[in-house]
């Protein structure tokens, strides 16, 4: 009987010290679990297991440091060992499992664990947003097999060496030409801030430029102060004039959330102090990633703000009649998903948008789709396929207008690096023209800073007003195709000048250089008005000549002294006769239009010059083309 206690006791004393060593291991992994010690972690939870093989905390918290600690097998493998030991343990188990199989392309795998998450996790109203999400990866599991079994839709991407350094280089911004090319890094030799990184071979995040220079990227240069700082800045995006920057700063001094969107804009060869965007388009939670529209009415975000369909959401905030930023409102579930959506891009065109998500089935991490804005709407995304998305986490899609684009991609192990590649057709964004070239005094040839106005020449509404660079003169408009445009230039002191762009759907890529001279206003400055039409053979004006002839009012009405002659001139089909009184009368009906917009009939002289004082040789279409105008000459100033 003594022998039978001590044997009794022994066992009891055992099974004690291993319930003792398996709870201290236990509680010492769950302190490295806390904090992302996982290496520690994990050896502490094997040890408790050595323990108590059959302990189904253990087993969880083993799977999920192999799943923090970017080890999926492992993970998975725990996962499954868990699972026999206690199918019961926690509905958790099954969505983080899924994902570990989502990552390891067992899709057959995760679509059982989601299926078994549903089945286990009570639909509750507390519990519908993280039951959205278990239904989003379970359509993931189900269909993004027939996602990875179509044909690649392009070549291989191309790693753009002149750019990627040893650390994360990414969101890389293009400009309409292809030309420049901007980009955020975390190398070495920037405003490097050690001290607030935790990450190896990170030296906070800084803005870098580069210029394509004999078909090559240039050594990139870092954007200086004010735009970069010992925070980190990030996320750049620019209108189509490269004269506006958006982009985020995360710490500043004028902080709403932990990251902030800011704007800026060049005057000259500086850009000016960068402005906080305020807490109507800042919140207290994390903006990010911005993109503007070429003509800079409106930005595309990333926010992970309150009241999104979960994780982090896109939103758009547009200028309102005030020219402020307005509240910005949610792309919707269409573009939006439970899981995280991010790094947009919005194309040239100003309806195609590019983004990143991990919500709709894809290729495994995050993928780049797009969708077109079309009757009021954003269309269904589409992936953009392989080898553009990969395995990895694939974002910060941009394209010039030609159809070049650029990416950040993990593909190729932790660090992003920034890929280009080339867009079939149907894949790029509508047709759009860039039109570029200079403003200038017309006498000196001194380069001016005007206000560069885009106009539906048949609507008359204005779309965009842009600005020529102070210093440079240089002014840049992209136009979507499928429309008719005016797009002028006009500065104080100076005579309006206007040309129209007819640009019909079928419309390809084109790069247009446009100078553009503006005549001071003085006695005697004669110009051409290039925007008034009339109806064939006839003096009656086409209601095209609208968006022309109010800005001659306008004009005057700035300058009250101002006397001027209208002139009206014909090419030499016809007979002399008919063109003088033909030139006669659509002079004198361009006077009338003024007079009924409020000029003073005394400021005011018709005169037809029929054929007399050609422009160009009337043999060519062209040259007849040419010659059919109508002038202003300032008779008295």
């Known amino acids: 009987m003594r022998i039978f206690c001590i044997i009794i006791l022994s066992c009891v004393f055992i099974f004690h010290s291993k319930a003792q060593n398996y709870a201290e291991a236990f509680k010492e992994g769950g302190k490295y679990f806390k904090h992302s010690r996982y290496d520690e972690a994990i050896e502490k939870f094997n040890e408790a297991l050595k323990y108590n093989s059959r302990s189904d905390k253990a087993w969880f918290y083993l799977a999920m440091s192999f799943k923090r600690n970017n080890q999926p097998e492992q993970s998975s493998i725990a996962f499954e060992k868990l699972r026999a030991v206690n199918p019961d343990y926690n509905p958790a188990q099954y969505f983080e499992g899924g994902e570990v199989f989502i990552e390891l392309n067992r899709l057959s795998r995760a679509e059982r664990y989601y299926e078994k998450f549903l089945e286990q996790y009570p639909d509750t109203p507390k519990n519908t947003l993280k039951r959205h999400e278990a239904k989003n990866r379970l359509v993931y599991a189900q269909k993004s097999s027939e996602i990875r079994d179509q044909p690649n839709t392009t070549s291989d991407p191309s790693l753009v060496t002149q750019l990627n350094s040893t650390s994360n280089d990414y969101a890389p911004q293009v400009n309409p030409m292809g030309t420049r090319l901007y980009f955020t890094s975390v190398r070495q030799g920037g405003f490097d801030n050690i001290q607030d990184s ?77 402005v906080n965007m305020g807490n109507v388009v800042n919140s207290e939670d994390w903006e990010s990633q911005p993109t503007i529209s070429s003509d800079g009415t409106r930005i595309i975000f990333t926010s992970s703000r309150d009241g999104g369909y979960g994780g982090a959401d896109l939103y758009m905030t547009e200028l309102n009649h ?39 089935p894809g290729y495994g991490g995050a993928d780049i789709f797009y969708s077109v804005f079309e009757n009021g709407k954003w269309a269904k995304p589409i992936n953009l396929g392989a080898p553009i998305n990969s395995s990895g986490e694939d974002k910060n899609f941009s394209i010039s207008g030609s159809g070049e684009a650029y990416f950040s991609s993990s593909r190729n192990g932790d660090n992003y690096n920034i890929y280009e590649t080339e867009l079939p057709d149907y894949l790029k964004p509508k047709p759009t023209a860039v039109i570029e070239g200079i403003v200038a005094n017309a006498s000196t040839a001194a380069p001016l800073g005007a206000l560069v106005m885009i106009e539906d020449i048949d609507t008359g509404e204005l779309i965009a007003i842009n600005k020529s660079n102070s210093e440079s003169g240089e002014y840049l408009v992209v136009l979507p195709a499928g429309r008719n445009y005016s797009v002028s230039a006009s500065k104080d002191g100076y005579f309006f000048y206007s040309q129209s762009f007819d640009l019909p759907k079928d419309t390809t890529y084109q790069e247009i250089t446009k100078n553009i001279d503006l005549e001071p206003i003085e006695k005697g400055t004669k110009v051409v008005l290039n925007n008034i039409f009339f109806e064939s053979g006839r003096a009656e004006l086409k209601p095209i000549s609208y968006v022309e002839l109010n800005k001659a009012v306008e004009l005057m009405q700035q300058n009250g002294t101002m006397v001027i002659e209208v002139g009206g001139h014909t090419d030499n089909l016809g007979s002399e006769e008919t063109n003088q009184r033909l030139s006669q009368a659509r002079a004198a009906a361009v006077v009338k239009y003024l007079v009924l917009a409020g000029i003073e009939e005394t400021r005011l002289q018709a005169k037809g010059y029929g054929e007399s004082i050609p422009l160009e040789d009337n043999s060519t279409a062209e040259g007849r083309k040419a010659n059919r105008r109508t002038e202003f000459v300032i008779v008295e100033f």
């Not at 004010?226 to 958006?246: C, E, H, K, L, R």
């Not at 307005?326 to 065109?349: E, K, M, V, W």
């Open 198 to 274: 935790s990450r190896a071979n990170h030296y906070g995040e800084d803005i870098y430029v580069s210029n394509l220079k004999n078909d090559a990227w240039s050594m990139p240069v870092m954007l200086p102060e004010p735009i970069n700082s010992i925070n980190d800045d990030f996320g750049s995006a620019f209108t189509g004039d490269g004269q506006t920057m958006v982009y985020v700063r995360c710490g500043g001094k004028e902080s709403v959330g932990n990251c902030d969107l800011y704007i800026t804009t060049l005057d000259g060869t500086k850009w000016s102090e960068p």
């Open 322 to 360: 005030l020219g402020d930023w307005g509240i910005p409102q949610n792309l919707g579930s269409t573009i939006n998903t439970p899981l995280s959506d991010n790094s947009p891009f919005l194309a040239a065109d100003g309806k195609t948008l590019y983004y990143a998500t991990s919500g709709h």
